[in-house]
């Protein structure tokens, strides 16, 4: 399809998925086998070799995008390669070991994931084409302004999911799994909804210096936003089960249905 498309940067676009491709690969497979340290290590090294070759290519060779580009490429593969030599990822790999069954459970597993994540993606700047259409850019930039401190919420929270989803994973058969999942979600909604409280509690000392005054409209969307992060940290909380049971095409209608139900949300209002 690339001959069809005259976007000038294509070609890095390309190879910065095949090289992104390749490094989460490795990444899982470094949490697949339980080696968090190597996992989270791998994650450092893309972003630093990234930022360092970002710096190179800018401020040395004045490449403008395609220094911004090669950058992400050359971290993300040598990313890949250090995994794959700190994993011995030589041992797991061998055309003997191609299963029919396994690659078909997978695709089964995996395809209702990709509606899922478009429709976490229409959910997420849907809002943004819609008020810039409506409102103006200047409206965007005040509901981008007030987005920071629940993105930074949920960022705190999407670090302690990914060990969430990891031991519901391993769990979900033990026999004392309800009482397991009711205790550990009632303590974490108990510890979410308590920062969401002090966050907005703060807000009036912190406002100024997190954001700035000139975003002073957005002061009073914050609390809203952190509203949904808190339930957005729920639905997190309750998917893992879901996850956990491979039931990704109940995963996929609910996004689905989010995405649509967002849409018709912000038109309507």
């Avoid at 968090?36 to 403008?64: D, E, H, P, R």
Wanted: proline share 1%; with cysteine.
């Amino acid at each position: 399809l690339s001959f069809f498309i005259s976007a000038k940067y294509k070609y890095y676009l390309l190879f910065s998925v095949i090289a992104s491709i390749i490094s989460s690969l490795f990444l899982q497979i470094a949490r697949g086998v339980g080696n968090n340290k190597l996992f989270a290590k791998g994650s450092f090294v893309s972003a630093l070799i990234t930022v360092m070759f970002n710096i190179v290519f800018l401020l040395v060779f004045k490449f403008k995008i395609e220094g911004i580009l090669t950058g992400q490429i050359i971290g993300q593969i040598i990313c890949g390669i250090y995994l794959y030599f700190s994993l011995n990822l030589n041992k797991y790999i061998s055309k003997n070991f191609i299963s029919k069954n396994s690659i078909k459970k997978m695709f089964k597993y995996s395809i209702p994931l990709i509606p899922n994540a478009l429709s976490w993606w229409i959910f997420s700047y849907s809002s943004r084409v819609v008020v810039s259409i409506f409102l103006g850019l200047s409206a965007n930039g005040i509901l981008a302004a007030s987005t920071k401190i629940s993105s930074m919420y949920t960022i705190l929270y999407n670090v302690f999911d990914r060990s969430w989803v990891e031991s519901i994973s391993l769990h979900i058969n033990d026999d004392d799994i309800e009482q397991y999942f009711n205790k550990m979600f009632n303590e974490i909604f108990k510890i979410f909804s308590s920062l969401s409280i002090i966050l907005i509690s703060v807000m009036p000392f912190i406002f100024n210096i997190l954001i700035s005054s000139k975003f002073s409209e957005s002061y009073y969307l914050i609390p809203v936003l952190l509203v949904a992060a808190l339930l957005n940290v729920v639905q997190g909380l309750i998917a893992a089960i879901y996850a956990a049971k491979k039931n990704t095409k109940s995963i996929a209608k609910t996004s689905l249905a989010a995405a649509v139900i967002n849409i018709i949300v912000n038109l309507g209002l």
